[in-house]
């Protein structure tokens, strides 16, 4: 028998309002959520239904109204601001539709950025990073900007990006939306193996029905509410 993988992330009861005018709008309604280290977790629903809210109160990025957020053990929301902050940056990895790249920087110095950040000497954050590159297949690309870049390189620096610190945590939020079919599939597999052979959890969020085969487990929202539980 294999011992059950151990949960990265786990909320109960999220509630995020915001308000509009005089109103407010209830966007997450007491949502339960998790994920396991070696799984990817697809999030999937209609245009607005929360999805995006959902992964920023995950994050650390917006603090709900109601409702716990365990992180790796620990009850997330309950620390201070530097705290929180600590936690992205050391355990989580971020890949937007948008891609999010600096446009005056190469393909390399977005990826040493960070890993500077996290404290890594100048040498050691290049040498991680173009391991990085290359296992997006970048690394003939490092020198090159934002700008002389398609929108499949640039999401595959996107995820260089964030894999290169190995996260425990990856959050992609429409990852494949601005890409082709193959270019999509490219995306897909990396997150696949960050999840199998780095064990990240990676919470994806996505329109693409043609993503659900590579997930593990499947989480429908609409209108702020969680569906069905999803294969488990
Ligand atoms: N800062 C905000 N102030 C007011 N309303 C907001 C705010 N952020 C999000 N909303 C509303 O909350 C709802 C959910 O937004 P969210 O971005 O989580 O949706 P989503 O599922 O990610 O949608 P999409 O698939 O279009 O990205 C939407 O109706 C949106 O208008
Ligand atoms: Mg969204």
Redesign the pocket.
Same mark, same amino acid.
């Given at each position: 028998m294999t011992a059950p993988t151990p949960t990265a992330l786990s909320a109960q009861g999220l509630v995020k309002r915001?308000k509009?005018g005089r109103t407010h709008?209830e966007?997450l309604k007491n949502v339960d959520f998790h994920a396991r280290h070696g799984d990817v977790t697809m999030v999937m !629903?209609? &245009? !607005? &239904?929360?999805? &995006?809210?959902?992964i920023a109160a995950l994050s650390g990025l917006l603090k709900p109204d109601e409702g716990k957020v365990s992180a790796m053990g620990q009850d997330l929301w309950s620390r201070g601001a530097g705290k929180i902050d600590r936690f992205r940056l050391d355990h989580c990895g971020f890949i937007f539709q948008g891609f999010n790249l600096f446009p005056a920087l190469t393909a390399l110095q977005q990826v040493t950025t960070v890993l500077k950040y996290q404290g890594l000497s100048r040498s050691e954050a290049r040498r991680v990073a173009i391991e990085a590159l290359d296992e997006v297949g970048l690394k003939p690309r490092m020198h090159q900007r934002p700008s002389e870049l398609s929108g499949g390189e640039k999401q595959r620096i996107a995820i260089a990006r964030a894999i290169a610190k190995r996260p425990t945590l990856l959050f992609a939020d429409?990852p494949t939306s601005a890409l082709d079919g193959e270019n999509g599939q490219v995306v897909i597999r990396l997150l696949r193996r960050a999840a199998t052979e780095h064990n990240a959890a990676v919470i994806c969020?996505t329109?693409d029905p043609r993503l659900e085969a590579f997930a593990d487990r499947i989480i429908h929202i609409e209108d702020g509410r969680i569906l069905a539980p999803g294969r488990d």
């Open positions: 915001f509009t709008v966007v !629903g209609p &245009s !607005g &239904s929360g999805k &995006s809210t959902l429409e969020v329109h």
